[in-house]
């Protein structure tokens, strides 16, 4: 039998660890007080002339640093700054921000799309997550957690990078329509004790104690916790004429974060618990019923080691272990079922990068995964215990990859990619390329010519899960493709700007998607029809010289499945973003205002949701008084009523998104 566990433990050491925090910076404000400290700024690309963009270093598309202009993909990059401008508040809104992406939230997670392409019942296995370029999809649904649930506190974001499309020629299985890279703050940041403070809508209280210490020797240590809790709104749902969910919405965060080198060597650990109150009464759970819930904890862990072997090659290694805990509490009165999965896995990687003039810059690479044991347990509580599912599996992958990047002239660059994989889920091995041809028509323009080819393993959720009368497993599914093909052209219009359009297609085979069964009326996971999404994406940046900043993009894109010619759901035909922020009032301010357009979508009822437009709007300012920052955030400023298509597993076909919230936030460092 299973013993249900509380959070308990995690929120009094997270409160325990935000004490000794806040205890530390008073003695730190003490000691500030006879001791003149240097300030140390990391640069931000906000501050960069919008000239030298195209020359800054990206490390997602290519598993090693390399010029923006130089990698095989259109990366787009959001800074720390960017994020405290526009007062974004999880992982998922800075993704939202970006060029192709959109989301769906049904009030339990948050799901990304990407040009076109969204499934429901799936929880983001399609891209591929990494915190400092280490994977952290778990093994069981081969999530990328991006909402409220992602294991890290934003402030710790230095930038985010997303490499749009296939990026199984270096990262394997996962990387199918791109790969997020989050980047962490170091100590240096820091450099002292910082703590922050959040209040607003819907009950929200969040706190935060940060403190960054540095060595003489150059070694550093990066400690942090993070503590949230939003009660949330009633709300009420046509579905269920005449009820209220009163305050079941609520939202309850904790995390730890540890980051540190010395020397060669460096270390992160990340503790995370997250407690979502389910107010929607999906898989037909009673309605209005507290107790209904779903509660993820995460622990991730690697030490990393790096070193130049010769004047031309580093060498690196990386070794991780990690775990991943899901429980659902799903109310049917009387009874309380509980649906249980635990995963655990480690491996490591082994990277060789080399720098000659003689062969361009190449990398090679292997990296080696072990998960298990993964449980899957569903159950009836006590006192009416009845086990309804216990399965325990694992499972193991390896990959070798290589990747060149060749000047075969003057004017004209080759990225060329390719991995082999072995998966014990598969009776095949993969075998994927990747190409890029950069050819620069000026200094100030390049045209890139794309291909690639991805896979994505079915998981082992997809796979084996089962539950009487409502879901059956597939143990038959077979592996999804893409083979990706794009070509654009950058250009710096001026000195303070730089311009981006490129057009893409991309043929997706095996689509895996969950379904309702006709022949028995069961939720199952099926290998659909191949799908074509053909599309065309622009960017703008561009950089006054009073500190005016503006990124704005516009992206259409048809996605028809091949058998019926049919818009798939959930594909909306545009997106428009625009994020524009400039300084106010001798400086000391700036505001950000964000617009957001998402066309019309279906949904799975076939029903025509229309399309909607955002606003936010954020005051920030961290001149105010040494140390102190201030925010203030509105976000669906003008009150919008929109709503986002959701899966099958709701009596909801839609499901209405928050109306207008404000959130106020208020830092102080010591330093």
């Known amino acids: ?111 990304l799309g990407a040009r076109g392409f969204f499934r429901s019942g799936d929880y983001n296995p399609r891209f591929l997550l990494t915190i400092d370029g280490v994977r952290v999809n778990e ?29 199984s020629s270096v990262y394997g299985s996962n990387a199918f329509f791109g790969v997020i890279n989050v980047i962490t703050k170091n100590a240096r940041v820091f450099n002292g004790i910082q703590v922050a403070t959040e209040g607003g809508s819907a009950g929200l209280r969040k706190g935060r104690a940060t403190i960054g210490l540095q060595g003489e020797s150059g070694s550093e240590i990066l400690l942090s916790a993070t503590t949230s809790h939003t009660d949330g ?34 270390f992160s650990l990340t503790r995370s618990e997250r407690t979502k109150g389910t107010p929607t009464a999906s898989y037909s759970q009673d309605f209005g019923d507290p107790r209904s819930r779903t509660v993820d904890n995460q622990t991730l862990f690697n030490l990393g080691y790096s070193k130049s072997i010769s004047e031309n090659t580093d060498l690196s290694a ?70 309804i599912l216990n399965l325990k599996t694992s499972n193991s992958r390896v990959g070798i990859f290589a990747h060149n990047e060749i000047s075969l002239h003057k004017d004209l660059l080759l990225n060329a990619g390719l991995r082999y994989d072995k998966n014990s889920v598969l009776d095949k091995d993969a075998l994927n390329p990747r190409l890029g041809l950069i050819y620069k028509l000026s200094p100030a323009t390049s045209v890139k010519l794309l291909y690639g080819r991805s896979y994505r393993v079915p998981n082992v959720y997809e796979l084996y ?128 205002i964000e617009v957001q357009y998402v066309a019309a979508r279906s949904t799975l009822l076939n029903k025509r949701l229309h399309g909607y437009t955002l606003a936010n709007l954020t005051l920030f300012s961290d001149r105010l008084h040494k140390g102190l920052e201030f925010s203030a955030s509105i976000h669906n400023l003008l009150n919008r009523r929109y709503a986002d298509p959701v899966g099958p597993e709701f009596l909801q076909d839609v499901l209405l998104q928050d109306g207008r919230t404000i959130r106020v936030k208020l830092s102080y460092s010591f330093n």
Not at 72 to 96: M, N, Q
Not at 158 to 164: I, L, M, N, S
Not at 241 to 261: H, N
């Open 465 to 592: 899960y089962e539950y009487p009368g409502d879901q059956k497993s597939n143990p038959g599914l077979q592996t999804e493709k893409i083979a990706s093909y794009e070509v654009g052209v950058e250009h710096r219009l001026s000195q303070e700007s730089r311009a981006r359009i490129s057009a893409f297609r991309n043929k997706v085979k095996g689509l895996i998607t969950q379904v309702r069964d006709p022949d028995d009326g069961l939720l199952v996971f099926q290998n659909m029809d191949k799908a074509t999404a053909t599309g065309i994406e622009g960017e703008l940046l561009y950089a006054w010289l009073d500190g005016t900043r503006l990124r704005t993009s516009l992206s259409w894109q048809d996605v028809k499945g091949d058998a019926t010619g049919e818009t798939t759901t959930n594909a909306p035909r545009y997106l428009g973003k625009l994020n524009l922020s400039t300084p106010f009032y001798k400086n000391i301010w700036r505001a950000g």
């Open 1 to 111: 039998m299973l013993k249900i566990t509380s959070s308990a433990p995690l929120q009094n050491a997270t409160r325990r660890y935000i004490f000794v925090l806040c205890a530390t910076a008073f003695i730190q404000w003490n000691a500030h007080a006879s001791n003149n400290a240097t300030d140390i700024q990391l640069a931000d690309l906000t501050s960069v002339p919008l000239e030298s963009l195209l020359t800054i270093e990206v490390q997602s598309a290519s598993r090693y640093p390399q010029k923006m202009s130089d990698a095989p993909s259109f990366v787009s990059v959001v800074t720390s700054k960017e994020i405290k401008t526009y007062g974004w508040r999880t992982l998922a809104d800075i993704l939202r921000s970006m060029p192709g992406l959109y989301l769906t939230n049904d009030r339990s997670y948050s799901y």
């Open 233 to 266: 709104k009633s709300l009420r749902f046509p579905e269920f004429p005449g009820q209220v969910a009163r305050k079941l919405d609520f939202d309850r965060t904790q995390s730890i974060f540890a980051k540190g080198s010395a020397g060669p060597f460096s």
């Open 139 to 167: 093994p069981t649904y081969d999530q990328a957690l991006i909402g409220s649930e992602f294991a890290l506190d934003i402030d710790l974001i230095d930038r985010v990078e997303y490499a749009p499309g296939p990026g």
């Open 318 to 387: 990386t070794i991780f272990a990690n775990q991943y805990e899901y429980q659902g509490y799903y109310a049917y009165a009387p009874v309380m079922n509980v649906d249980h999965t635990k995963a655990n896995w480690w491996g490591g990687e082994l990277k060789l990068v080399s720098n000659d003039s003689r062969y361009g810059k190449l990398i090679i690479g292997l990296d080696y995964q072990k998960s298990g044991p993964i449980i899957q347990r569903n159950f009836d509580a006590p006192p009416d215990y009845l086990e």
